[in-house]
């Protein structure tokens, strides 16, 4: 990366697709960013700036390059290959760490905050990337990531509860899961599975926040 391309990066602050950090901290903490881009959008975590944009550089790149491989090879399953890059802006060493959109979603967390494995894979937590927060990803949210790794077309006729899910639409504008079962009167395991199909054909989208997960219509 050039350094003009960095500067302009840091200049557009954190974003969807852009995460800063001061320095590392935990790989647990870290983990939870490279998982968040892979599951969404990509993007670039930048260690050695500030939330601020100030420039504070890294004292040993070996090191910090070292940490991330490792936190991608050992704390994140399936392991995720970063690119990493070492740019001297402003006379200080930063590091840039690419991760890719992956097509083998969802990433997982394979350890507590404590550094104890978590053997069972429902335990494993899957974060995503909504703006410019990490989020921890809800049942809903895990089976559309699981959904997008299936190669074979989807097909969906459009019958009377998808019908009713787009009036709704166009009147409220989004829609939870709780609220299209009730509307629809069907269970909410169905209801869910029902709205996992429209998002992956690109009908509607998930939108994933802390408290509850909500669907809009795409455009």
Do not use: W
């Amino acid at each position: 990366m050039r350094r003009q391309q960095l500067r302009e990066i840091i200049n557009g602050g954190e974003t969807q697709t852009v995460e800063f950090k001061r320095k590392f901290t935990s790989e647990v903490k870290i983990g939870k960013e490279i998982v968040a881009f892979a599951n969404t959008d990509g993007g670039y975590l930048i260690v050695g700036v500030d939330d601020d944009k100030t420039v504070v550089g890294v004292k040993s790149e070996k090191e910090e390059i070292g940490f991330i491989e490792s936190v991608c090879s050992y704390y994140i399953e399936p392991p995720i290959q970063p690119e990493i890059e070492i740019v001297n802006i402003e006379y200080r060493d930063v590091v840039v760490v690419r991760i890719h959109e992956s097509d083998t979603k969802p990433h997982r967390i394979t350890v507590d905050n404590d550094g104890k494995y978590l053997e069972k894979i429902h335990e494993r937590p899957v974060y995503v990337r909504e703006g410019n927060v990490t989020l921890h990803a809800s049942k809903e949210v895990v089976k559309v990531l699981e959904a997008s790794n299936d190669d074979e077309g989807v097909t969906l006729s459009i019958g009377k509860h998808e019908k009713r899910l787009f009036e709704y639409l166009e009147q409220s504008n989004k829609i939870t899961a709780k609220e299209f079962a009730h509307i629809a009167n069907i269970s909410e395991r169905r209801a869910i599975r029902l709205l996992v199909r429209l998002v992956r054909i690109g009908l509607i989208r998930l939108y994933s926040h802390e408290k509850h997960d909500y669907y809009t219509l795409v455009g």
